[in-house]
């Protein structure tokens, strides 16, 4: 059964830090891995997608990478600012399934 | 982007009610859409994943009779909590898979925080 892990569980940072949250992942025979953010009851808006074949990928200040081997990834984020402070969530899609299996997910807080 | 439309977004009513939780994809079409519960600070968790025209599969420990999901078209989904109890109290969240294929990121609405009293 995969499990997702996330480290650290809450981060607290100052304004413009660059910050690296990561995510490990049990079964490494995954089809992508996606990283989301979910502000407070709210949903969950897609930031990166990564398929099995990549290492990494990038959008604007955020970059995620991809080592199936070892079974992790890591977000990036540069310049963090206060609009940055949210839940970050990583969600792994196997191979033989169509599912997402869920971390637990990095609460961050950036200060202003 | 593509958007996921979640409505309503705050649902409270008294015990015993039924209530219907709707899901569609507005600028992509979806064979596949994924109803989840969350509870405060922590992941989603996964209830169903409804296929258009079919029958929805439900997670291990999930009741079918009380949540029921509905998906009558490519671009909508719905969940019915009947005869809602607190306990089911939650937020609920749908999810929509790009039709083109597996490797498509999945979109999710902004959830539902329904309030049984």
């Known amino acids: 059964k995969q499990e997702v892990t996330q480290i650290p569980a809450a981060l607290s940072v100052p304004e413009g830090e660059n910050l690296v949250l990561n995510c490990s992942f049990t079964d490494s025979a995954i089809y992508n891995l996606q990283w989301f953010r979910q502000d407070p009851g709210k949903g969950l808006t897609s930031l990166l997608l990564i398929q099995s074949s990549q290492r990494e990928q990038t959008s604007g200040r955020l970059n995620a990478s991809l080592d199936k081997s070892s079974g992790r990834s890591t977000l990036y984020i540069a310049a963090s600012q206060p609009g940055d402070s949210a839940t970050y969530l990583c969600a792994v899609k196997e191979t033989s399934g169509s599912r997402l299996t869920f971390g637990e997910g990095t609460q961050l807080t950036v200060n202003p | 982007g593509a958007v996921v439309s979640q409505h309503p977004s705050w649902v409270i009513c008294k015990s015993g009610t039924s209530v219907k939780i709707e899901c569609r994809s507005l600028?992509?079409?979806?064979?596949?859409m994924f109803w989840y519960r969350q509870f405060p600070k922590q992941s989603l968790m996964l209830m169903a994943t409804s296929n258009e025209g079919s029958k929805a599969t439900y997670e291990q420990g999930v009741e079918k009779d009380k949540f029921l999901i509905n998906h009558a078209s490519l671009t909508l989904s719905t969940l019915t909590v009947t005869s809602a109890h607190p306990e089911d109290s939650s937020f609920y969240i749908c999810?929509?898979?790009?039709?083109?294929?597996?490797?498509?990121?999945?979109?999710f609405g902004d959830g539902t925080r329904l309030s049984i009293l």
């Open positions: 600028d992509f079409q979806a064979t596949t």
């Open positions: 999810s929509a898979r790009d039709m083109r294929g597996l490797g498509q990121p999945q979109h």
